[in-house]
Nanobody
Framework: QVQLVESGGGLVQAGGSLRLSCAAS????????MGWYRQAPGKQRELVAR??????NYADSVKGRFTISRDNAKNTVYLQMNSLKPEDAAVYYC??????????????WGQGTLVTVSS
């Protein structure tokens, strides 16, 4: 069984920083893509950042403030969030496309980690 486990959420003041981590575990053969999404109360889940095949893309609202990175040896993806704003507050979810020796998981989700930004 493959799972994604996020960590690093919490409460931070506006202008502060947080780093989220997401580790994939299980009998993993390869991970084709990893990314972060977020969902604020009353809003749809939206893409924050994603990395795949060496390329990355970001939501316009976080460009220049957030950085996604990946440690392939650890099957882990990170999201460094700087200059946080109250509107960044949300539950952040890790997403990945994972291939194991038995099957492909095209759309695997973590349980989410809460980010709260105080003004």
């Amino acid at each position: 069984q493959v799972q994604l486990v996020e960590s690093g959420g919490g409460l931070v003041q506006a202008g502060g920083s947080l780093r989220l981590s997401c580790a994939a575990s299980g009998s993993i053969f390869s991970i084709n893509a990893m990314g972060w999404y977020r969902q604020a109360p009353g809003k749809q889940r939206e893409l924050v950042a994603r990395t795949s095949g060496g390329s990355t893309n970001y939501a316009d609202s976080v460009k220049g403030r957030f950085t996604i990175s990946r440690d392939n040896a650890k099957n882990t993806v990170y999201l460094q969030m700087n200059s946080l704003k109250p509107e960044d507050a949300a539950v952040y979810y890790c997403n990945a496309e994972v291939v194991t020796v038995l099957r492909r998981y095209p759309d695997l989700w973590g349980q989410g980690t809460l980010v709260t930004v105080s003004s």
